[in-house]
């Protein structure tokens, strides 16, 4: 194992903190990413269970509205593919609130979800789309497959990088599919991760950091082989791998062939593509530091919208506490009254932001950037302005 990028020590990135916590210890892991130089998969150490981390949820998908736009999307072009008809079965695995899964629903399409996370699946289940609460293994694979029958069409989406236990994960997506089935799963790439410094996407929650070239190896361990590859901009860049079970696979379109080889011009089978990583990532955090300082010196107020998972990376890595960011507001109503972890900042409704009129909003899901551009225009109506830490520092005037 080579080492990539050693973060230092951070609380889960969802552990939001409830005000009566705030006196009480909380514990902090190591968070260094490695990668094997046998078979390419970067991964950090598994510190935390699965458990401790999704049995209650902070994060609820819905809130997003481009991620909701697209999963409809994607199921749109997921029925044309597989040829889904009014017989057919989806199963998703870590289905959160039913953002995707309501759309198989609204087609007569029979469908369910397999989340872990009792509250999400509890919010799932109230939008209409049956959740079953529990954790994939092979076991309650072939439960499913015993009670409901083969799936045409089995989604995985973003929730592969999360698991301690790959193999045995694997082998419960191809419990669930039918022998002549197909398998979807969305995950970040690593190629942009690494391109891009999105190093604030490295949590304890993402175990593993995909390339194509280490997915197909993981794939395999469970009987399925990839037939394509999609780049998807979604969390900024990720890849949309297309599975079938071993012997109905064939040979893999040209795009895998393309992707593979892009990994590998990257240096990513090679310790050189890894090289200056860590470097970059050390000038984001002074530069970000940097600017919050300097502000702060004029009496300038700074204030963060969102509290994602990935922003928790960012603000612990970066040492920042409430005063250089005086608070984040936050669309999802289960963070509002919370604080940070590590960083103790507290998290507010969207509304404060009208109500302070700050002169800097720090967008922490950098990713929905083009979204949240829109959402936070009226900034512009007191000269407030739009702070992008990732992948280098961006100051944007927002047009009214």
Avoid at 39 to 60: M, R, V
Avoid at 104 to 125: F, K, Q
Avoid at 342 to 370: C, F, H, M
Wanted: proline letters at 7%; a negative charge; aromatic letters at 8%.
């Amino acid at each position: 194992m080579a080492s990539v990028v050693d973060l230092g020590a951070t609380p889960p990135c969802e552990s939001f903190l409830a005000a009566d916590r705030l006196d009480r210890p909380e514990p902090a892991y190591p968070l260094h990413l490695r990668v094997c130089t046998e078979c390419w998969l970067a991964q950090i150490p598994p510190l935390i269970t699965p458990e401790e981390t999704f049995e209650e949820y902070a994060y609820f998908s819905s809130y997003s509205t481009s991620w909701v736009e697209h999963a409809r999307t994607f199921v749109a072009d997921a029925v044309e593919r597989v040829g889904l008809g009014p017989d057919a079965f989806v199963v998703e695995v870590a289905s959160n609130d039913g953002y995707l899964l309501r759309h198989v629903v609204d087609r007569g399409i029979r469908c369910l979800g397999v989340e872990p996370s009792v509250n999400v699946g509890a919010a799932a289940r109230e939008a209409g789309v049956p959740t079953l609460t529990e954790f994939l293994s092979p076991d309650t694979g072939s439960a499913v497959r015993e009670e409901h029958g083969p799936a045409d069409l089995v989604v995985a989406n973003n929730v592969y990088a999360h698991i301690p236990d790959v193999v045995g994960f694997t082998r419960g997506l191809r419990a669930l599919v039918a022998d002549d089935g197909w398998v979807s799963i969305e995950v970040q790439h690593l190629l942009t991760l690494i391109e891009e410094n999105q190093y604030d996407t490295i949590y304890h929650e993402h175990f593993q950091y995909y390339t194509v070239a280490s997915a197909i190896r993981a794939l395999a361990s469970g009987g399925l082989t990839l037939v394509d590859v999609e780049l998807l901009p979604t969390h900024g860049g990720s890849i949309r791998l297309w599975a079938r079970p071993a012997g109905v696979a064939g040979e893999p379109s040209r795009r895998v062939a393309d992707v593979l080889a892009r990994e590998k011009a990257a240096g990513l089978q090679e310790l050189s593509g890894y090289a200056e990583f860590s470097t970059r990532v050390a000038k984001v955090r002074r530069d970000l530091l940097r600017f919050l300082i300097e502000a702060a010196d004029r009496g300038e107020t700074v204030v963060g919208y969102g509290a994602p998972g990935k922003g928790n990376t960012l603000l612990n890595h970066c040492g920042i506490r409430p005063d250089l960011l005086a608070y984040t507001v936050d669309r999802n109503p289960y963070k509002h009254g919370r604080f940070t972890p590590g960083t103790r900042i507290p998290i507010l409704p969207p509304e404060q932001i009208s109500a302070d009129k700050p002169d800097y909003v720090l967008v922490l899901p950098w990713n929905l950037r083009t979204e949240l551009v829109e959402q936070l225009s009226f900034v512009h109506d007191w000269g407030g302005r739009l702070v992008f830490p990732i992948p280098e520092l961006s100051i944007v005037e927002v047009k009214a």
